[in-house]
């Protein structure tokens, strides 16, 4: 077996017992990807030499007995997340050679535990979309099966994961964007409670739904991350200031006692057959290890959808309001005057998936429609948020699909933005909330000769990461 193919808590324990160095992962991981990465299209920026001086550091802490878990790990970065000197591009024209002068928190956080970082993944513009096909910068491809989507909008990064490109990687959630990703690409990830990671240096897509997670090989190892980027930032008046970042604590631990919720309104129209068949198996799997499942109903989910696109877009609007062809980023050439300039910029530099959200933000936000569409979403979230009280008021966790469909293939749903919206409808009522969820990989479904995978869900009140990976964990033992 590579380096590159192994999890965190393997190569931890070889760089601990000093059976290899930093330096070499990290040379094992960047031929991976030299190898591999021309088939997948994980990465848009692969940064050889950070990476390298990232390892030296690493070694030197492994020296001298500073090392802690993701120490000398070699890993992948969302390309929405700024990294100081190092391309920062959104996967957008508008920002397709800008540098950042500053590092994320979350950069900051994983350079401070010692990991190693090999480069920037691709993704949806802006993080808008499900498929990672709204990228103007390249086409990223599921390893499970090359002709199909890794989902999105962190599809790169579960890519890199899943193609063994890289033993992590750190992605963005606005409405499923770890998810489901995770789901088609058949990798672990986590959507944290909202204002624990930082957002400081996450290029906004909307700023009350965004939130930095972990994608990887394992739920063990999703929980060393989240410990490492998890922190109170005075730099991002959203952050936590006080919260138990100790989320490995409870894996290992049995289920008993433990009552997880399973709403009928996941498992209805829309839901692939397959797809219904193998979340229902895991939760059998869950109640073999102790856990009690009960069939429950959650009808506020139904204004989910429609809420979130109305908000999502109006945030959208207005954090991309900057990208004006006057500061940084794409300027177009030729503009008359000041409003053509703008025009002329944004129309060149934004692609269309990202133009019609602004569009559909400024629409919802204008004079006359306020009351009718975003006043009513603000209420239907509301509403939701309740339910979801109410509903953990009686369980620890309730379980669901993460997508109503396995991954699709490569143009499949890229001319229909409505049939692409509907594949959101099991992972945005987490982010109306502020919920933490895993996705976990459940089995695969055969189509069209390839073997798709498919993750479940659980979704827990907020702070409840620990519960979520206990679960997870057990699951994962039961070699389902």
């Known amino acids: ?22 330096k070499e992962l990290a040379a094992d991981a960047l031929k991976a990807i030299a190898e591999t990465d021309g088939q997948f299209g994980a990465y848009l920026t692969v940064a050889e030499e950070e990476a390298y001086k990232q390892a030296e550091i690493a070694d030197k802490m492994l020296a001298d007995g500073t090392a802690g878990a993701l120490t000398g790990i070699p890993f992948a970065m969302k390309d929405n997340i ?75 990064s579960a890519a890199a994961v899943a193609a063994n490109e890289c033993a992590f990687a750190i992605g963005s959630d606005t409405g499923g964007s770890i998810r489901q990703p995770a789901s088609f690409c058949g990798v672990v990830g986590m959507k944290p409670t909202y204002g624990t990671v930082s957002r400081y240096g996450l290029v906004a897509y909307a700023s009350s739904f965004d939130q930095i997670g972990p994608l990887t090989k394992t739920v063990a190892d999703n929980a060393k991350v989240l410990e490492a980027i998890s922190c109170h930032d005075r730099r991002d008046s959203t952050s936590l200031p006080e919260f138990d970042t100790n989320y490995s604590a409870l894996i290992g631990k049995d289920l008993s006692g433990m009552r997880i919720g399973l709403p009928k309104e996941y498992f209805g129209e829309g839901i692939n057959a397959d797809v219904a068949a193998l979340v229902q198996n895991a939760a059998k799997a869950l109640e073999g290890a102790g856990a009690k499942i009960e069939e429950c109903s959650l ?60 569009l559909l933000g400024n629409y919802v936000l204008s004079a006359g429609y306020y009351d009718a569409y975003y006043k009513k979403a603000q209420q239907a979230r509301t509403l939701l948020i309740r339910a979801f009280r109410e509903l953990f008021s009686q369980y620890d966790m309730l379980l669901a699909p993460v997508a109503p469909t396995p991954a699709y293939k490569i143009g499949e749903k890229s001319s229909d933005p409505m049939e692409m919206a509907l594949g959101d409808i099991c992972t945005v009522p987490v982010n109306l909330g502020g919920l933490p969820a895993i996705s976990v990989p459940c089995g695969t479904v055969a189509q069209d000769g390839a073997n798709l995978p498919v993750g479940f869900q659980l979704i827990g009140p907020a702070f409840s990461e620990a519960k979520l990976y206990q679960a997870a964990a057990a699951y994962e033992e039961c070699g389902v």
């Open 1 to 22: 077996m590579r380096y590159s193919e192994m999890d965190i808590a393997a190569l931890s324990k070889l760089l601990q017992n000093k059976e290899v160095t930093a």
């Open 82 to 156: 700024c990294t100081k000197g190092i391309r920062t591009t959104c996967a957008s024209k508008m920002l397709e050679n800008w540098l950042p002068v500053y590092d994320a928190c979350v950069t900051e956080q994983l350079k401070k535990a010692g990991a190693v970082m090999l480069g920037k993944t691709n993704m949806d513009e802006f993080a808008m979309g499900s498929s990672s096909e709204n990228s103007a910068l390249q086409l990223t491809r599921n390893p499970a099966a090359p002709d199909y989507v890794p989902g999105g909008s962190s599809g790169g």
């Open 299 to 358: 009808p506020a989910v139904s204004y989910a959808l429609p809420a979130y696109y109305v908000l999502c877009c109006a945030e959208a609007s207005s954090n991309l309001a900057r990208f004006d062809g006057i500061r940084y980023g794409y300027r177009a050439e030729g503009a008359e005057d000041l409003d053509r300039l703008y025009r002329k910029t944004r129309t060149e530099g934004f692609g269309r998936e990202v133009r019609r959200r602004i």
